[in-house]
């Protein structure tokens, strides 16, 4: 599977970008897919995640309200909708991929069950 994340860029506050992650390879219905961003000088976070078979979404509790994920399967895209963005929002975003058993595995954050990941894209957010 190979990820190609798009769209970053430079914005001020109270702005919006939409990141776009394209994937190809070997997928299939049961995979998961997810954005990750990590800040100067921080960890990597979990930000938002989207299940394939049904759009089932889970967020990050302080973008929950501003960013959404979503998906066009024709494309074999993820998106990542970024509104009232903030300077902390500031970061490199990485989209990544994890194939699941089932087509009911809960979602998660956890970082180290991504098996696959695209390049960063850059997100600053001027103040």
């Known amino acids: 599977v190979q990820l190609q994340a798009s769209g970053g860029g430079l914005v001020q506050a109270g702005g919006s970008l939409r990141l776009s992650c394209a994937f190809s390879g070997r997928t299939s219905s049961k995979y998961h897919l997810a954005w990750f961003r990590q800040g100067p000088g921080k960890e990597r976070e979990f930000v938002a995640a989207i299940r394939w078979f049904d759009d089932n979404a889970y967020y990050r509790d302080s973008v929950e309200a501003r960013f959404t994920i979503s998906k066009d399967s024709a494309k074999n895209t993820v998106y990542l909708q970024m509104n009232s963005l903030k300077p902390e929002d500031t970061a490199l975003y990485y989209c990544?991929?994890?194939?699941?058993?089932?087509?009911?595995?809960?979602?998660?954050?956890?970082?180290?069950?991504?098996?696959?990941w695209g390049q960063g894209t850059l997100v600053t957010v001027s103040s």
């Open positions: 990544a991929a994890r194939s699941t058993m089932s087509f009911r595995v809960t979602l998660t954050k956890e970082v180290n069950v991504y098996r696959y």
